[in-house]
T-cell receptor, first 116, second 115 residues
Framework: AQTVTQSQPEMSVQEAETVTLSCTYD???????LFWYKQPPSRQMILVIR??????QNATENRFSVNFQKAAKSFSLKISDSQLGDAAMYFC?????????????FGTGTRLKVLA | NAGVMQNPRHLVRRRGQEARLRCSPM?????VYWYRQLPEEGLKFMVY????????ESGMPKERFSAEFPKEGPSILRIQQVVRGDSAAYFC?????????????FGQGTRLTVV
């Protein structure tokens, strides 16, 4: 069974600094996507960035980038120039065809605090 | 195009009552997922439905929980005889197609509190 592990329950970063959130996963599938979602206090799940397993190039979205290490099954999120609005829960997620279900499997989350 | 709409946002039920959670997918989306988020935890898959069919309910508790997605109207997650342990946020997500590169969009969730 596929699993997603986030080993950092909470992280803090100073405003304008850079922070990296860790995620590892376990799968025997070859075709899958990985995601980072942001969940602010409103509870809305906001897609931050996604990475296709077949793409070697790391995905980047403005201040957000990933370090995808397929062999190590590692998928970390780097947030540059952190802003107060980045404070939220961050969830790493995995998605594969999984017999046609395409369901997401989420980690337990990392709470990011941004210090002014 | 409105996003995935869930209602109510907050629901309070006494132990033993029934809870009905509604999810209206985005226009044109015929695939719906329900997830449960317990306090301080990630989202856990419960059930996947297409119009009028339950495709995968491997994450649903065997008793008291049921889900439907009728031809017309929203998807409903129904919890009978609620207990304190059912208190959680319940999220719905919808997608247009079942392809890996097709994004699923999440609603804002329903927070169920059982007193």
């Amino acid at each position: 069974a596929q699993t997603v592990t986030q080993s950092q329950p909470e992280m803090s970063v100073q405003e304008a600094e850079t922070v990296t959130l860790s995620c590892t996963y376990d799968t025997s599938e070859s075709d899958y996507y990985l995601f980072w979602y942001k969940q602010p206090p409103s509870r809305q799940m906001i897609l931050v960035i996604r990475q296709e397993a077949y793409k070697q190039q790391n995905a980047t979205e403005n201040r957000f980038s990933v370090n995808f290490q397929k062999a190590a099954k590692s998928f970390s999120l780097k947030i540059s120039d952190s802003q107060l609005g980045d404070a939220a829960m961050y969830f790493c997620a995995y998605r594969s065809p999984d017999s046609g279900t395409y369901k997401y499997i989420f980690g337990t989350g990392t709470r990011l605090k941004v210090l002014a | 195009n409105a996003g995935v709409m869930q209602n109510p946002r907050h629901l309070v039920r006494r132990r033993g009552q029934e809870a009905r959670l509604r999810c209206s997918p985005m226009k044109g989306h015929s695939h719906v997922y329900w997830y449960r988020q317990l306090p301080e935890e990630g989202l856990k898959f419960m059930v996947y439905l297409q119009k009028e069919n339950i495709i995968d309910e491997s994450g649903m508790p065997k008793e008291r929980f049921s889900a439907e997605f009728p031809k017309e109207g929203p998807s409903i997650l129904r919890i009978q005889q609620v207990v304190r342990g059912d208190s959680a946020a319940y999220f719905c997500a919808s997608s247009e197609r079942q392809m890996l590169n097709t994004e699923a969009f999440f609603g804002q969730g329903t927070r169920l509190t059982v007193v």
